[in-house]
């Protein structure tokens, strides 16, 4: 991994800058991947696409700032990177106005994320479980997300389909979640991934990252066993999150 100088954006309500981590150079060297398609990757650390300013409080994408609200700084030593608590995301997905059908797909992955970094924070010895307002915020969103029509209608987007399994599977739906992931076919996966990435792929939570064959093939072994990994949870009726591991 090869740091390179910090990246600095400003807020778009109240122009203060913050200093997030930028990487010239990464890899996936010791990278962690969980159920919830959450990766945590020591030597290419990633920004979250949502940012509390640290002055107002205020939440934005950084897709949406403009060019002129980036720039590189001097300081080679930022680690920021920004994750928002489970309820700053709760509270980002009030704040944030209008938000796009890809943009709200990622609010909903954020929020998810951060409960269970509550939940991971406490298996690591880092943390108190969650609480039980916590758990009951938690079952409302992914409730709330299940019934979200404008995202997970289209069942033959598969990051949709994975997240949607998974999120049934984490509130005990174990049926819903096994009947949504017999609709994977791994050899359609392959033709439409192949088709997205013949030059640029967008990521699941956004940005953009160049593919290259190997790669592709990669992540598409990566899905199918994904999903044999939630499908074998959802049928032993376990609804913890877990490490996948290849
Ligand atoms: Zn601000």
């Not at 991934?193 to 030059?199: G, M």
Request: with cysteine; charged share 30%.
């Amino acid at each position: 991994m090869i740091p390179g100088k910090e990246l600095l954006v400003k807020c778009p309500h109240c122009g203060e800058e913050k200093s997030l981590s930028q990487m010239l150079s990464g890899n996936n060297i010791g990278a962690e991947q969980w159920s919830d398609l959450r990766e945590f990757a020591p030597m290419c650390p990633q920004n979250s696409p949502v940012q509390k300013c640290p002055k107002c409080g205020g939440y934005y994408f950084l897709s949406r700032l403009p060019k002129d609200s980036k720039r590189n700084g001097e300081e080679f030593s930022s680690f920021e990177q920004g994750w928002l608590s489970f309820e700053e995301a709760l509270q980002a997905m009030k704040e944030i106005e209008s938000p796009t059908e890809e943009e709200m797909l990622t609010l909903y992955i954020l929020a998810v994320w951060a409960y269970n970094d509550i939940v991971r924070c406490c298996r690591w010895g880092e943390g108190e479980a969650p609480t039980e307002s916590q758990k009951n915020e938690f079952l409302a969103l992914v409730t709330g997300i299940l019934q979200d029509k404008r995202i997970l209608q289209n069942m033959k987007d598969i990051k949709n389909m994975i997240f949607a399994a998974e999120l049934n599977r984490e509130i005990g739906n174990f049926e819903e979640a096994i009947s949504i992931l017999s609709q994977y076919n791994s050899e359609e996966d392959l033709i439409e991934y192949e088709v997205l990435t013949s030059t640029k792929v967008r990521r699941w939570w956004g940005g953009y990252t160049t593919k290259y064959g190997s790669e592709k093939r990669y992540k598409k072994g990566c899905r199918e066993y994904i999903v044999k990994a939630i499908l074998a949870k959802a049928q032993e009726k376990d609804s913890d999150i877990f490490l996948l591991s290849q």
